[in-house]
């Protein structure tokens, strides 16, 4: 499974998907039209060991009180995450077996090398 989750209302996202070049087999996704479902998030959490890694730590809803101050579980950033789309953290791309998550320089850095590598 091939694809890439992004918000389309985001610039960074747009940005760093323009920059990727993407290949035609790489579905688009826009988790704002599709919020990511379970089979995306478990085939995720195998890649990292923990839905907390895939949490977006600057999410607005984060900051609400009965978050804010709340230790979250395992579970609960599961939950966070199948509830609503702008808890992950963006963008996401899965590309033959390789797992890029999150827009900073050095993970973008290391799709455009595996993709230019394929």
Same mark, same amino acid.
């Given at each position: 499974? $091939? ?12 940005? *760093? ?11 688009? *996704? #826009? *988790? ?21 890694? *895939?949490? $977006? ?18 579970? #609960?950033?599961? #939950? ?16 033959? $077996? ?21």
């Amino acid at each position: 499974m $091939n694809f890439f989750l992004y918000l389309s209302s985001c610039d960074t996202c747009k940005r *760093i998907q323009k920059e990727l070049n993407l290949p035609h087999e790489i579905a688009l *996704i #826009d *988790i704002k039209k599709h919020p990511p479902n379970s089979e995306q998030l478990s085939l995720l959490y195998e890649a990292t060991g923990s839905y907390e890694s *895939i949490i $977006n730590k600057r999410a607005q809803l984060l900051k609400q009180p009965h978050l804010k101050d709340k230790k979250l579980t395992e579970d #609960d950033y599961r #939950d966070l995450l199948l509830g609503h789309y702008t808890f992950l953290k963006r963008p996401v791309l899965v590309y033959k $077996n390789k797992y890029f998550i999150g827009n900073s320089k050095n993970t973008i850095e290391q799709a455009r090398n595996w993709l230019n590598e394929q």
